[in-house]
């Protein structure tokens, strides 16, 4: 189905206007509230309810705006529910049953809209333009003037606070622009999150299995790698001569496993909400590294997101940049400062935030500010145990966050091998043992994901050059 993308400028009159309308029919709804006697169901359905749709209209529009303005429907359906169980009060019947059909109508249109299912938002105009005119012409100015409307103290506060939502979401209609889709191009739409879209053409055994096995702790597999590095140390020795310093065994592995994922883009899907969603055309990958090395210097994470069509210098210089921004600086990093902050909550109610941070990220609602800094979120989290000097361990997985995969580097290991001939050669591996959800592909993918990635790091010069194509995960 052909979609159109609207979006909202970040700075716009009329945008800034839609806000301000919209807090205004808060404010006036809290006063009229305070000033009223009601009964608790009005106070939830005549005061709650659109109190909390147009507070939440306000951070929507100007975080959401220009790449998710679809979530404005969340509020304006919201604003519907009001109106349609204000409009059960009324008098007379036709009047109830015309009006419900026009909320009807709006939330209908709206969603439509938004979503891309309408190729133009001119059809928004008159549909919240003449319900505002026929407010303050007809219902307001008209019905007082002619005598029919007597207003109790309180009502103008009411019905200023109707007026202030009709208007903001008219100016939020005519504030909306257009933007052309690309062929092929994904549009994002309900379900997805801010840091993935949804797979949603798997096969039902995928669908099914995250109820399934709930948490990543029960659905982790355990494989081991053993890779002959003899080309892989003239790799290196090659490209420490162009000039890229420090230049190891690392950066061949991130560069592979990046290259991997532009062939294998099910690699790069984590489960969320016991959902199955894929990441495209960024990879994340984490690591634990410590500013010196020694047992008491502090622990820190590094975060760092590559492109599939990365090369071997590319990963390098992007990854080496996060390293001295971490090793360099004399301040904490962000994770740091946020991990501290964490850290100055009292036990139970921090026990208690992580709950609520947990809930969040069930419903995708975690801002991505954090989940950028956070070290479970991520397509990878990857640790060498070289630097320490011992052999790769499994590392688990975490159940908070969504990271797939977990790859442990071990040190580089001798091994005397005897030849066909009878002879004895000694060779030298690096090990790697990954602890994978296999909730995210099945095994027959994941076997030609290792083929694949073993095959990279066995002749490391494929990475010189960008990938011939790049693959896209399934809608």
């Not at 492109?307 to 996060?322: I, L, N, W």
């Not at 390293?323 to 946020?338: G, H, M, Q, Y």
């Not at 070290?375 to 070289?386: D, E, K, N, Q, R």
Request: charged share 20%.
């Amino acid at each position: 189905m052909k979609r159109t993308v609207y979006w909202l400028p970040a700075v716009n009159a009329l945008v800034i206007l839609s806000a301000v309308m919209m807090g205004l029919s808060a404010s006036l709804r809290v006063a009229w509230a305070c000033g009223a006697d009601l009964s608790a169901y009005r106070f939830w359905t005549q005061a709650v309810l659109p109190v909390a749709a147009c507070l939440m209209a306000i951070p929507i529009i100007f975080r959401d705006g220009r790449e998710r303005l679809f979530r404005t429907a969340i509020p304006v359906w919201l604003g519907c529910v009001f109106f349609a169980l204000k409009a059960l009060t009324f008098p007379s019947l036709l009047h109830t049953l015309l009006c419900l059909g026009l909320y009807a109508l709006v939330a209908i249109l709206y969603t439509a809209t938004v979503t891309g299912r309408i190729p133009t938002q001119r059809l928004l105009l008159p549909l919240f333009g003449l319900p505002l005119l026929y407010h303050i012409f007809v219902e307001d100015v008209g019905l007082t003037m002619m005598g029919r409307r007597t207003w109790m103290p309180g009502e103008v506060l009411a019905e200023l606070s109707v007026l202030a939502i009709m208007l903001g979401l008219f100016t939020l209609s005519a504030a909306m622009k257009k933007r052309e889709v690309k062929p092929g191009s994904y549009v994002r739409r309900f379900g997805d999150r801010n840091d993935g879209r949804r797979v949603r053409t798997l096969s039902p055994i995928f669908a099914v299995s995250p109820y399934l096995m709930k948490t990543r702790n029960t659905a982790q597999n355990f494989i081991e790698d053993h890779v002959e590095v003899s080309n892989m140390e003239r790799y290196i020795a090659e490209k420490r001569k162009e000039g890229m310093k420090n230049f190891g065994a690392l950066h061949v592995m991130l560069a592979a496993y990046v290259r991997t994922c532009a062939r294998y883009p099910g690699l790069n899907r984590f489960i969320a909400g016991q959902k199955i969603f894929t990441r495209d055309g960024e990879i994340e990958v984490n690591m634990t590294v410590k500013k010196e090395m020694s047992n008491n210097a502090p622990d820190t994470v590094i975060k760092t997101t590559f492109s599939p069509e990365g090369t071997a210098r590319d990963v390098y210089e992007r990854f080496g940049q996060k390293v001295r921004e971490v090793k360099d600086a004399p301040a904490d990093t962000s994770f740091d400062k946020l991990a501290g902050a964490f850290n100055l909550i009292p036990g139970l109610l921090l026990k208690f935030f992580v709950f609520l941070l947990q809930a969040l990220d069930y419903f995708g609602l975690l801002p991505r500010f954090l989940t950028k800094l956070s070290p479970f979120h991520g397509s990878l989290y990857i640790t060498s145990m070289a630097s320490l000097g011992i052999p790769a361990i499994y590392h688990h997985l975490y159940d908070f966050g969504n990271v797939p995969v977990f790859c442990s580097m071990g040190r580089k290991r001798r091994v005397y091998e005897v030849k066909g001939d009878g002879s004895v050669e000694l060779k030298k591996y690096i090990d790697f043992n990954y602890v994978t959800d296999e909730r995210i592909v099945d095994g027959f993918y994941f076997a030609s994901v290792l083929r694949h990635l073993h095959n990279l790091l066995s002749d490391p010069w494929q990475l010189d050059e960008p990938p011939a194509e790049i693959k896209g995960d399934q809608d």
